[in-house]
């Protein structure tokens, strides 16, 4: 029982981790609700009434959720200056409320300095938004100057109770959360097997069910890749002990998406298309290779299965020994042992199979410390002698830093948006007082958050959608549960700790949702201060509108970034990382002098991940150009096939001068020249330059190699797995052509 009760904790822990990488939204959640929490006690305690325990409740949220340092001593600075930035804050309300116009000036010009402020990093990004919130919090629970003794201690309170939860209840290292993003890594890569098992066994017509499953997992295995690579640098004080985790992160997920592709393949009438994985929608070919209900097949199950068993197994010496027959099997795989008698295709699976587990192997080596080595079989023992090798390299290696040239004036996006955003709060100040001379500010906080986190008019705009959305929907709620909770002060907060850590938990997933809670919050709120109608909350609908239509005004009138400017802008930037990557891998794999291909690729996922956020406005369900939401798609699609291409080439370059299979081919700087070509000329039209040439088109990557010397393979040592990548990389990369309307030379013939 106790072992089946462990089992148990042990999956809903590895579901929990795998849904919320680093228990991020967990944490921001329980943080924030165990700090209003705690100061509506201690004010409880000493006697405050509704008014100052509505205001001590929304400062310890803006104190608690406008920290965003990863180390707790930049944390705690941060809390400290942002308790006298509260206060004047709050002070020039109250000293203000009686001057109207002075007011309105100074609420815009506090505006612009939080916005612009954005500039100095987290530290300024909090204080800014600290201010802001606070000046707003003034205004909400309307206070005076006579009132300021008390709310100065409410603040302080709130500030106090903050720091405890911070630094003692809920405490949040940034070594303790890369540990969490580990787990959910493992996680997730687990879910992704089990995907991939259902790939294997789906019927026909559930074919694209299980891809669009493997797609997901796909997806969120290199969202989490991502999260850790930005947590590394804080996470691990060991320089080389972080480029060794990032390098078996690295590995084990272009194994794990390399696996997808092969059963992809196999369960297909033809070889799949690394596109396939990233476009759904994207046609599958059928065959009838697979599912065949035979030995090979249910072989195949048994070492999905063991694969999966193998990245959740917990490390133990029993569980050590259990699994040991079972790795070294997958391992022998690498080295052609016990391969069954079957297409080439399958064969290719189950070789696919023995890369994810010596991929595994090495992420828990680097993970967990050295393994029990007493019953490897010589496969196994060249894995981890391979492994060895590349941790060596690793750790003498060095790691470089390249600045970039940042922007100036009016082009710094701070600046812009604080401009932005003052002429559209402006605005909202001027029509929410024709809406309400006392509920005013509910038009100004909506144009300040459509601008946060978006950098375009049609990110705006969306956002705006979505909150206008989510603020209906939480009308509807709040006129309910005002209802049903009347007076019943204590049952209320409840209510809105409960919506404040909904609030919180689903902000990243889902901008409606959290809207939806922040409405439904304010509702209660209202309530609380007997302030409460149906007027008001309909009042509410109308200056989020308001608030929404002068952001946007604001964004298409001044210093505007309209979506194709700034969609090109990244395209141009993807491009440039893609070039970066592949000029570097080939010229590695050429023989030529190593370079930091990883943090390169990781470059390259970056700025891909900020292109497919900028495109949002563009493949939104509600856009009526269809033909350019689908084109855009899968633009974005053939870019992730690139990157995943880049990303395999970048990780076997690396291997170089440890990997006994892998040495470099001078004849593969000219074939590759092709490529890096290509690129330049759709980075060139992207750019507005029409006369940049053409892409070219011609002979696979393998006929480009010139033979080799008398007597040796055609390929020298380069395997054809990596020929293989290049040619579907320059297959792609050609193929970016059509959709950015790119002329294409015709091959001569």
Known sequence: MRAAGRSVRARVRDRVAASDPGLLRLTAGLRTVSAIALTLAVLSLSGAGVRHLVAGAMAAMVSTFAIREKQRTEQAVTLALGLPVALASVSLSALLSSRVIAGDVFFVVLIFCAVYSRRFGDRGTALGLIGFQVYFL??????????????????????????????????????????????????????????????????????????????????????????????LEDGTSDAAVARLVQRRVADAEIAAERLGLLLLAARSAERGHTLTLHLPGAPVPLGDRLPERDETTANLRRDLQALRMLVLRPVSADASTALAPVRNRLLGYRDEENLPVAPDTVQDVFRGVGEAARAVLGLRIALDGPQDESADTPATTRSREELDAEDAAIAGGEEGERPDAAPTGLDRP???????VAVGSALAIVGGEFLSSQR?????????????????????????????????????????????????????????????????????????????????MVGLLYTLLHTYSAAVLVLRIEETAL????????????????????????????????????????????????????????????????????????????????????TVRYLVALLETCAYHARYLAATAELLPTHPSIAADPRLRGAGRRIGRNIEVIAAHVAGEPDAGRVETGPSIASMLSPGTSGTPRYGRVTDRVLRHLQRLDEAVAGLARPLDVPVATPEK
């Open 138 to 231: 003034s205004l909400f629970v309307g206070v005076t100057v006579s009132a300021l003794p008390a709310l100065y201690a409410v603040l302080g309170v709130a500030f106090a109770c903050s720091a405890l939860v911070r630094f003692a209840l809920v405490p949040q290292t940034p070594t303790g959360t890369l540990d969490r993003m580990r787990r959910a890594f493992r996680a997730r890569l687990a879910q992704l097997v089990a995907a991939q098992i259902e790939l294997l066994d789906a019927d026909p017509d559930e074919l694209e069910k299980a891809l669009d499953s493997v797609r997901e997992g796909t997806a969120r295995l290199h969202e989490t890749a991502l999260l850790i690579q930005g947590r």
């Open 414 to 420: 701070t600046t812009r948006a604080a401009v932005q």
């Open 440 to 520: 005013w500010y509910w038009a100004v906080l909506t144009c300040w958050i459509v601008f946060i986190n978006t950098a375009s008019t049609g990110e705006i705009l969306v956002k705006g959608y979505r909150r206008l959305l989510g603020t209906v929907l939480g009308v509807v709620a709040g006129i309910g549960l005002a209802g049903l909770v009347g007076h019943h002060t204590w049952t209320a907060f409840a209510l809105v700790l409960v919506f404040i850590f909904a609030m919180f938990y689903t902000a990243p997933l889902s901008y409606t949702l959290m809207s939806f809670f922040v409405t439904a």
């Open 547 to 630: 608030g929404a239509v002068c952001g946007v005004v604001a964004a298409a009138l001044v210093l505007p970034v309209h979506t194709d400017r700034r969609t090109n802008e990244l395209l141009g930037t993807v491009l440039a990382r893609l070039a970066e990557v592949t000029d570097a891998a080939v010229d590695q794999l050429s023989g030529g002098a190593a370079a930091d291909l990883l943090d390169k690729a990781r470059d390259l996922d970056q700025a891909l991940a900020d292109l497919g956020a900028s495109t949002q406005p563009l493949t939104h369900p509600i856009t009526p150009l269809r033909a350019r939401r689908d």
